[in-house]
């Protein structure tokens, strides 16, 4: 079965420029996380959706920041435009059930992908 | 806010050496812990915990958690270099099974 996939590995733009992140999640997982670790600092959650739905949106950081996840299926985040700040690794998770099973559903990551603004 | 810290941030060993890594949180309406093992790329999943006192297994690594005492330990017995990694503690404590994490736990296993 394959994992969590995530394009590009590495992105590197310059600041002002818009950049666009996807995430192809297990298939079958209805649930879809965004997360993000900056330097020397801990993961932290962006959003996370339920099929195409925005179940919580409370971590994305400011309106530069659009996730969507038509259909259902794969997802993806733009930066635009991007900032210094924006710098550090994004990563995807999904899981099969999540909080709609009334209990933690493990969330099983992609690799990440490392984002450069310069 | 919901908050976890993980202790030692950093720790060299040697092939053979048991280790314990720690994890303290603070959360609300908490419904478990789990351990993530990062290697390179992805963090991949080692353990999920809901009841204290449980010990979960896996090859040469356990788990454990305290309610109570609001922490978790993971051991690892007769340490490999291909245990050398970043390990990561994280807590789902709020609705919407998002994860709170902590900085991780770099551990170098030398031989």
């Known amino acids: 079965e394959a994992g969590v996939t995530q394009f590009p590995s590495h992105s590197v733009i310059e600041k002002g420029q818009t950049v666009t992140l996807r995430c192809d999640p297990i298939?079958?997982?209805?649930?879809l996380y965004w997360y993000r670790r900056v330097m020397g600092k801990e993961i932290k959650f962006l959003l996370h959706?339920?099929?195409?739905?925005?179940?919580?949106e409370s971590g994305m950081p400011n309106n530069r920041f659009l996730a969507e996840r038509t259909g259902g299926t794969y997802s993806t985040l733009k930066v635009q435009p991007a900032e210094l700040e924006d710098s550090g690794v994004y990563f995807c998770?999904?899981?099969?059930?999540?909080?709609?099973?009334?209990?933690?559903?493990?969330?099983?990551f992609g690799p990440g992908t490392r984002l450069t603004v310069l | 806010e919901d908050k976890v810290v993980q202790s030692p941030l950093s720790l060299v060993v040697h092939e053979g050496d048991t280790v314990t890594l720690n994890c303290s949180y603070e959360v609300t309406n908490f419904r478990s812990l789990l351990w993530y093992k990062q290697e390179k790329k992805a963090p991949t999943f080692l353990f999920m915990l809901t009841s204290s006192g449980i010990e979960k297994k896996s090859g040469r690594l356990s788990s454990i958690l305290d309610k109570k005492e609001l922490f978790s330990i993971l051991n690892i017995t007769a340490t490999q270099t291909g245990d050398s990694a970043v390990y990561l503690c994280?807590?789902?404590?709020?609705?919407?099974?998002?994860?709170?994490f902590g900085e991780g736990t770099q551990l170098t296993v030398n031989p």
């Open positions: 298939s079958g997982h209805d649930n």
């Open positions: 959706f339920v099929k195409e739905s925005k179940q919580d």
């Open positions: 994280a807590v789902d404590g709020a609705s919407g099974s998002r994860l709170t």
């Open positions: 998770a999904s899981s099969q059930d999540g909080w709609l099973a009334g209990d933690t559903d493990t969330q099983y």
